[in-house]
């Protein structure tokens, strides 16, 4: 945990140190007048996100936004409610159910990440009160007394997926819509888990978000990055390029494990040479196999592939 860092006008970034690695899962805190935290991070360390803006004297929240359910994102909601339970919890409607009851949440989680990495690295949500919670709608305009955050549909990477758009300082809370950059070696990658993506999906969100002309990217995985129009042209290509790669391991029959190498090997060439400390951040959160499922499983859902292709040529 390294506190909170300026990175934008009353912006914030907090470190949550998820899976006790730095830099790897953010929280952002709009501290207006009516503050909202976007992105919760994980249970497990759910406390020290608290103590942190505690201790910078925050001692209310209007909103909490996640951008959507996944346990590095939402993980910490029921924790962070029970400290601020004036707050409302924004999330996409699809995606409310489930931090109310997670149940189901915990078994997908655990079928793709085992049960071991569930209790000392992902953490179990605390179920958030259902009065607390206010599902989102697409064009939702969030008053914080002195700015507005408006929230955007950003399906692919999940189907209850949004970002917060502040307008006022051109910058897109963008949660993995735009993949997990790492800002060390300014390495960017599609973050493409089973059981939902739908990679033509991300590539229409994100060309929402380049609509909205961002100048800069608040990334959960993990900063600012600007400028904003390239990087979210690089992820919108990415997303592309790497489907192209899964379909051609499916055609040849291959498995997740023999797809996450032909990644490696066609698309995703420089995952191979990142320096140690963004290679284990990459391998824990995004490891190449866990995205291989996330794209066999989508074109295994889609009964008529070629449908798209006409969408991705273009
Ligand atoms: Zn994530």
């Given at each position: ?165 502040d307008a006022s300082a051109g910058a897109i ?40 002309e961002p100048e800069v ?11 904003a ?86």
């Amino acid at each position: 945990m390294t506190g909170l860092k300026r990175v934008g006008s009353d912006t914030y970034l907090l470190d949550s140190g998820f899976m006790g690695l730095e830099g790897l899962v953010g929280v952002y805190l709009v501290d207006a007048q009516r503050p909202a935290l976007i992105e919760t991070s994980g249970a497990l360390v759910a406390p020290e996100v608290i103590s942190t803006l505690q201790s910078a004297g925050v001692d209310s929240l209007a909103y909490v936004v996640v951008s959507h359910i996944h346990l590095d994102h939402a993980g910490g909601a029921g924790h962070i409610l029970q400290a601020f339970p004036e707050a409302k919890l924004v999330v996409h409607p699809l995606g409310a159910a489930h931090l109310v009851d997670p149940t189901r949440l915990h078994a997908s989680a655990e079928r793709v990440f085992g049960k071991e990495a569930m209790r000392t690295e992902w953490g179990y949500l605390d179920p958030v009160p259902k009065e607390s919670i206010l599902a989102a709608e697409e064009g939702m305009q969030l008053s914080l007394g002195n700015r507005t955050l408006e929230i955007i549909f950003t399906p692919g990477h999940s189907k209850h997926h949004l970002c917060a758009w502040d307008a006022s300082a051109g910058a897109i809370f963008a949660g993995d819509a735009a993949g997990v950059y790492f800002r060390e070696t300014h390495y960017l990658t599609p973050t493409a888990p089973p059981p939902d993506l739908d990679p033509i999906r991300a590539c229409e969100s994100i060309e929402r978000l380049k609509a909205l002309e961002p100048e800069v990217i608040y990334f959960t995985h993990f900063g600012p990055a600007s400028p904003a129009l390239e990087y979210l042209e690089v992820a919108e290509k990415q997303y592309v390029d790497w489907l192209a790669v899964a379909r051609e391991g499916m055609r040849q029959g291959l498995g997740p494990d023999d797809v996450g190498k032909l990644f490696e090997e066609r698309v995703d060439t420089s995952r191979a040479s990142l320096p140690p400390k963004v290679a284990e951040k990459v391998r824990r959160l995004v490891p190449s196999r866990v995205q291989a499922e996330g794209y066999l499983g989508y074109l295994a859902r889609t009964v008529d592939a070629s449908e798209h292709e006409n969408k991705e040529e273009s």
